[in-house]
């Protein structure tokens, strides 16, 4: 069965606090992705990784950056946590081959305070 | 500027009826539409998905409908289910190894 695993469910960090938000898959997919998840702005991109060692920036990659060393594991970091990066935060995988859909994970809501 | 709008950020229906959830894109580069279901607290999980050479798609209770001349994709649920109250994402994907592009999500009510 096709799994994607998110390190936390809730977080709760400080203001300027750096954060390490983990991801890992284990059905060998090629591509994987970071999204946020906010009330009434659907889901944005923040960045994603078509291989290992490579990274690309989404619609909202400030103050986030991210690292791909293993190909079943993506990390997001923000590297100095703000009260705006209080969201919920889902990763993703998919195939490399066209039109297949992406997995989730079940998500890590974080809040900075 | 969004290529993927839900315009209604909210829909309730009486258990039993009918429930369409519409989609507008600008893109007409997409070749593929997907829909995802969302629970609280927890990640989104893939429901349907449509090629754009095709105008229908069914499975069980879901049926996706694409209207490639008005840019528009709706999700019929038929009969509803309080099981389906969530929220639904529309989803592209274009040619080439490009990220999905999701709406804003519309919030499904199901009311027994």
């Known amino acids: 069965d096709v799994k994607v695993t998110q390190s936390s469910r809730y977080l709760v960090k400080r203001t300027g606090e750096k954060v390490f938000l983990e991801c890992v898959q284990d059905?060998?997919?090629?591509?994987m992705f970071w999204y946020r998840q906010d009330p009434g702005l659907g889901l944005r991109l923040i960045y994603f990784?078509?291989?290992?060692?490579?990274?690309e920036k989404g619609d909202i990659p400030e103050g986030y950056s991210v690292s791909r060393e293993k190909k079943e594991r993506f990390s997001l970091i923000l590297e100095s946590a703000s009260t705006n990066q209080t969201s919920m935060y889902l990763c993703?995988?998919?195939?490399?081959?066209?039109?297949?859909?992406?997995?989730f994970g079940q998500g890590t809501r974080l809040t900075v305070v | 500027d969004q290529q993927v709008k839900q315009n209604s950020p909210s829909l309730s229906v009486q258990e039993g009826r009918i429930s369409i959830l519409n989609c507008d894109y600008t893109?007409?580069?997409?070749?593929?539409f997907l829909w995802y279901k969302k629970y609280p607290a927890e990640g989104p999980t893939f429901l349907i998905s449509?090629?754009?050479?095709?105008d229908k798609n069914e499975d069980g209770r879901f049926t996706v409908f694409l209207n490639k001349s008005a840019k528009h994709l709706s999700l019929h649920i038929v009969p509803s289910q309080p099981g389906d109250s969530a929220v639904y994402f529309c989803?592209?994907?274009?040619?080439?190894?490009?990220?999905?592009?999701f709406g804003k999500g519309t919030r499904l009510s199901v009311i027994a």
């Open positions: 993703a995988s998919s195939l490399t081959s066209h039109n297949t859909e992406a997995f």
């Open positions: 059905m060998d997919h090629e591509n």
């Open positions: 990784s078509y291989d290992v060692k490579m990274k």
């Open positions: 893109n007409s580069m997409f070749d593929y």
């Open positions: 449509i090629s754009s050479i095709k």
């Open positions: 989803a592209e994907l274009n040619s080439g190894n490009t990220p999905l592009v």
